[in-house]
């Protein structure tokens, strides 16, 4: 599935809405749908300065853990050591909040990225 348009993110708190020819999408449940589908896969998450990317990798250091309104993280698979994706995933929304965006979800990969 992909969506474009502007994204408004006021936090972590919910809705996130993407606004698109006169509609607005709230695109939490569809992440939240991807993450529950990724839960105890091994996966590998992709950051830049404005742009998200959290995708199932087969070969990966690290398995992606969610628990739904407790966590989203990566831990690697041979130590104790965690990523919080929802960490990173704010981070880029902020940056990218009030821009026009484009979120890219499939059974493999979430992105999120200016247009």
């Given amino acids: ?9 006021k936090g972590w ?6 606004f698109t020819n006169g509609s607005k999408i709230d695109i939490w449940p569809l992440v939240e749908n991807f993450f529950t589908s990724l839960h105890g896969k091994t996966a590998k998450q992709e950051t830049g300065k404005e742009r998200y990317c959290l995708m199932e990798r087969r070969r990966g250091k690290y398995v992606f853990l969610y628990e739904p309104l407790e966590y989203a993280w990566l831990k690697k698979k041979k ?9 990173y995933l704010a981070t ?3 940056q ?7 979120v890219e979800i499939d059974e493999n990969q979430l ?5």
Avoid at 1 to 9: A, C, N, P, T, V
Avoid at 79 to 87: M, T
Avoid at 96 to 102: D, V
Avoid at 111 to 115: K, Q, S, T, Y
């Fill in 79 to 87: 130590r104790c050591e965690f990523v919080a994706v929802n960490s």
């Fill in 13 to 18: 708190v919910r809705p996130w809405y993407v």
């Fill in 1 to 9: 599935m992909k969506i474009e348009g502007q994204l408004e993110f």
């Fill in 96 to 102: 990218l909040s009030g821009r026009e965006i484009k």
């Fill in 92 to 94: 880029a929304l902020m």
């Fill in 111 to 115: 992105e999120i990225a200016p247009v």
